[in-house]
Structures are given as structure tokens and as C-alpha cells.
């Protein structure tokens, strides 16, 4: 495999913005509809401008999310770039830093607004989001196996039976990410919970519990990437770059479930991970906070060890002994997460490990925070950045 | 009564001889006459060598347990009946994994690697079902 270096430190993060995900939640709650992909996309995109202190004009290169369409998006903000493309968060971040390394590009913004929750998107049963792209729900539907969540709870199954993790370890990954969003006020849910209360939840596709699921609600986000020579001249605030990335996708056999159940994404990971911290001259011991695509609790403590933060097998006595919250040894997803901060597909976890990064972290600020390990594993692409100061 | 859980797709032309040989109580794979891998589900060309040239062919119906879960909530109308139920995760003799269901109630005792045989139900006049249960 060849160990691409030439993309550390070539692009930074300048802008970031959110909607209200508060806010906007408790309208929709109401039965309000406050706005649509393309208008939460919109608020997203200006506080994200503002907040990089450049102008809409110095934009050149455009990326939308997977829920709008990209002419549109780029017809409502009035950019003409001369570079663009339609991607998933983390695909979207290294395709900025491709098209800057390789000048296609110097500013780009990525935009993403989504409505799931007033449009009632539904990811399991009959009208599943992607259902024909991701073949699982069909070919498993006339068992009656048609959730995402219940990929995973068939994977962590075995994973248990494997390893000898249990509900109750997995359960760690729910409170502490729930004591993060209690001190994010971007968080939806702030409410405290312990591990008892975990247990105590209702079971969804057993063996996970309902806070092992993804919150779903409306909202939009938007980053503002660059080149490092124009943030250095231009930002308002302190750039922060992209360090490494890395990809490797498992593939064959997706549909019968091999990768995740048979190697629990771990070859995908391994190789993300040395491509990744090869490029970023790091290793795992210094990182300082690690945000994980959490559309279910499980994908953290596959991603712990898969990257190399604990020994194989150990990830359950790793997560309830030395711990993943503000308090413990490793904090993971320091704002919440999709568990409990805001579900924006994997999004909200960019704007959060800049933030640590440039010590927006308000309460839940990790100390002398220098890099953030980003990485998910959604249907099989295992993606990984890290950002760092 | 009309059958209120989902039915194979009709328009998956691919996977309409597994259906055919379910309704003679058969499971079956998609085996590649070129490399012989066996594979499930079935694909147009080889996924190993990328053979254009695959039949289809009956298998033991044997395997071992992988992985397991309870639904405690339904996705489809026609399964609220059913809740709590079971999907399971099969490693089949010949290879290939496959999702289906425990036939009957819920095995008393599951753990992975236990040795499981696959049973038919018919489901509707048209549509048989393959099922599995704990040796
Ligand atoms: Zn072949």
C-alpha cells in the first residue's frame, strides 16, 4: 500500500457554524417546520463565513452533503466555483484538502443541511433512506431484518460472545457522552445518566438499548477549508489543520455482513489508521480527544480498538476502568455526539474537534488539547482525520 | 388473509432461482462454474474471478450460528404481531452467510457456533421461507 504523505498540513479548517439545533428541535417538536435541507445548510454556511472572517466572494470550490442538491445549494448561496463535489462529512474534508493540494481549489466550503426529523426520514421498514443502495435491508427484509441498528446489534452480539464485552461496558460509551452534551449548549439532550439507567432502557433490537441509538432531528453545518498558506494570512481565528487522513474500505461482502461481523471492521481500521498516522508523523498516544461516527454507541468501542487506543479484546474493561469521558483517559466525542448532541451525520463531530482544537470547548474543554482523531466506519468506508493545532 | 410482511422483490430477477428452489425445500447458493467459489447473495459476475458463467446449486442446509438479535420493535406492520422476534446470523457449511429467522420460538439456549439446520415454511401459496434450528 502506498503511504501518501503530501496531504499533512496542506489545508486548515477556518470557519465552522451550526444551526440551532436547540432551537430548531423544540419547534419541530411543536410541529413547526422552521426550514428545509437547503435553508439549514444556508444558516450553517453564513455562520461559518463569519466565523472565518472571509467574504462569500473568496470562495472557489463547493461541497455539498449527500441530502441536498448540489446546483441548487450552489445557486442559493450565489457561488460559481471552479471546483465542486457532492460527498458524505469526512469524504468531503479530504476531497477539500485534494482539490487544495492539487489547486483545483483554494477556499472551499462544505455545506450540509438535513430535515430529517420534520420530513420524517425513516431508516428502517419500507421507506428506509438508501434502502436500495445499501442491499442488506432488502435481501434481509423477508426475515424481517430491516434496520440499521440492527446490523449493528448483530454485530455487537458477537462481538460480545467473541471478546466478553458486556451491555454494561457498552453502556459507558451512552453516559459519558450524555455528561459531554450536559455541558455543550449546542447538545439536545443534557440530561444526566448513569449506567443503571442504561440497563434499565428499553431494548430496541437487543441486545442494544434506546441510548445506544442516534438521536434524529433537523439541522445544518458548514466548514470553511482552506489552503494553510491562506489561512495563515486571512483567518480571523487560529487555523486548524488537517494533519492526516486515511481510507481503506471492506467491501466484499458487505451485503451478508462479513466485514462487520466476521472482522468487526478491524482490517479497514488498521490500515486507516497507518495510513493516517504515518501521513501525521503520530501515533495514537497523542491524541487527546477522539470523535467517533456514533449513529450507534458499538461503532466507539470498535474504533478503540481498531485504532489502536486499547489492546484487542480489551476495549470493555478499557472503556469502564480508564474510561472515555472528560474524566477518564481518552474523552470520545467530547461534544455529545449522535447520541446525544445532534445527529448531523457524522458533521457535528468535524465542528467539534475543531473547536477542542482552537479551545472553544467551553466546560468541556479538554486540557492542552493539540490533536483530535476523527474516524468513522460507516457502511464499510473506514475514514479517518486528524486535526491538530 | 393477505401477508402483511415483506416479500422478496419481485424485480430482483437475480434471486428467483433461490426463491424456486426454497419452494421445493432447498436452499441454494450461486456457485461460479469457473473458480467454484460459492457466494450468497448471488451476483452477476463472479465476485472472485468475475466469471460471467454461475448456476445455481442446492445446498446442505447446514451450518453454524454467528450472531443473533431480538427485535423489540417493528419496522413492518406485518411483524408487531411477532415481537419480540429473532433474526439470526448463519455461517452455512458450503461457505456463504445468511440472515433468517429461528423456526418456532426462540431457541432456550444460543450461543456462537452452535450447529444449525435450515427448515422451510410456507408462507404464502407462492412463497417459502427458509428458517433455521439448533441442532
Ligand atoms: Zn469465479
Request: proline fraction near 5%; charged fraction near 20%; hydrophobic fraction near 40%.
Amino acid at each position: 500500500m502506498a503511504i501518501v504523505k503530501s496531504l499533512s498540513k496542506v489545508a486548515a479548517v477556518i470557519g465552522i457554524g451550526e444551526s440551532d439545533y436547540v432551537g430548531d428541535h423544540a419547534r419541530v417538536r411543536a410541529g413547526e417546520r422552521p426550514h428545509d435541507s437547503y435553508g439549514y445548510a444556508a444558516i450553517a454556511f453564513n455562520k461559518a463565513l463569519k466565523d472565518a472572517g472571509i467574504e462569500r466572494d473568496d470562495i472557489d470550490g463547493l461541497i455539498v452533503g449527500p441530502t441536498i442538491a448540489y446546483e441548487r445549494m450552489g445557486e442559493l448561496l450565489g457561488i460559481n466555483p471552479t471546483w465542486g463535489s457532492q460527498a458524505d462529512a469526512m469524504l468531503s474534508v479530504i476531497e477539500a484538502c485534494m482539490a487544495i493540494q492539487t489547486g483545483m481549489a483554494e477556499v472551499v466550503a462544505l455545506v450540509y443541511g438535513n430535515d430529517q426529523r420534520s420530513a420524517a426520514i425513516q431508516y428502517g421498514g419500507p421507506e428506509a433512506m438508501g434502502g436500495n443502495m445499501f442491499l442488506s435491508y432488502i435481501y434481509h427484509a423477508p426475515w424481517g431484518f430491516t434496520s440499521q441498528g440492527a446490523l449493528y446489534a448483530m454485530m455487537f452480539q458477537r462481538f460480545m460472545a467473541l471478546t466478553g464485552c458486556t451491555e454494561a461496558q457498552l453502556g459507558e460509551v451512552a453516559v459519558a457522552q450524555r455528561l459531554h452534551a450536559s455541558l455543550n449548549p449546542h447538545a439536545l439532550m443534557k440530561k444526566l445518566i448513569t449506567i443503571e439507567d442504561y440497563m434499565a432502557s428499553r431494548y430496541i433490537c437487543e441486545p442494544l438499548h434506546l441510548f445506544d441509538y442516534c438521536l434524529i432531528n433537523d439541522g445544518g453545518v458548514a466548514l470553511i477549508i482552506t489552503s494553510a498558506d491562506y489561512a495563515k494570512r486571512n483567518a480571523k481565528k487560529k487555523p486548524v489543520l488537517i494533519h492526516g487522513v486515511g481510507r481503506y474500505d471492506a467491501n466484499k461482502g458487505a451485503t451478508s455482513l462479513e466485514p462487520r461481523l466476521l472482522d468487526f471492521y478491524r482490517p479497514a481500521q488498521e490500515r486507516c489508521a497507518e495510513q493516517m498516522f504515518n501521513m501525521a508523523g503520530l501515533g495514537p498516544k497523542d491524541i487527546d480527544a477522539v470523535q467517533i461516527y456514533d449513529s450507534f454507541s458499538c461503532h466507539v468501542p470498535l474504533a478503540l480498538e481498531g485504532y489502536g487506543y486499547c489492546a484487542t479484546g480489551d476495549v470493555g474493561r478499557f472503556m469502564a476502568e480508564e474510561g472515555i469521558s472528560l474524566k477518564g483517559k481518552l474523552p470520545v466525542n467530547t461534544g455529545g455526539g449522535h447520541l446525544s448532541e445532534t445527529y448531523m451525520q457524522g458533521w457535528n463531530h468535524q465542528v467539534e474537534a475543531v473547536r477542542q482544537v482552537r479551545g472553544e470547548g467551553l466546560g468541556r474543554q479538554v486540557e492542552n488539547c493539540r490533536f483530535v482523531h476523527y474516524n468513522s466506519d460507516v457502511a464499510g468506508k473506514a475514514v479517518s482525520i486528524i486535526y491538530g493545532s | 388473509m393477505t401477508y402483511s410482511k415483506p416479500l422478496p422483490q419481485a424485480d430482483d430477477l437475480l434471486m428467483q432461482p433461490f426463491w424456486e428452489h426454497a419452494r421445493a425445500h432447498r436452499l441454494s447458493i450461486q456457485r461460479c462454474d469457473d473458480c467454484g467459489d460459492g457466494h450468497f447473495p448471488p451476483s452477476p459476475v463472479c465476485p472472485h474471478c468475475l466469471s460471467e458463467e454461475q448456476t445455481w446449486e442446492p445446498v446442505s442446509g447446514r451450518g453454524t450460528l454467528l450472531s443473533w438479535v431480538t427485535f423489540h420493535r417493528a419496522y413492518w406492520g406485518g411483524f408487531i404481531p411477532d415481537l419480540p422476534y429473532q433474526c439470526c446470523l448463519v455461517r452455512l457449511a458450503e461457505g456463504p452467510l445468511i440472515v433468517a429467522n429461528f423456526a418456532g420460538d426462540k431457541p432456550a439456549h444460543l450461543a456462537e457456533g452452535l450447529p444449525v439446520r435450515a427448515v422451510f415454511h410456507e408462507m404464502t401459496e407462492h412463497f417459502t421461507l427458509p428458517k433455521f434450528i439448533v441442532e
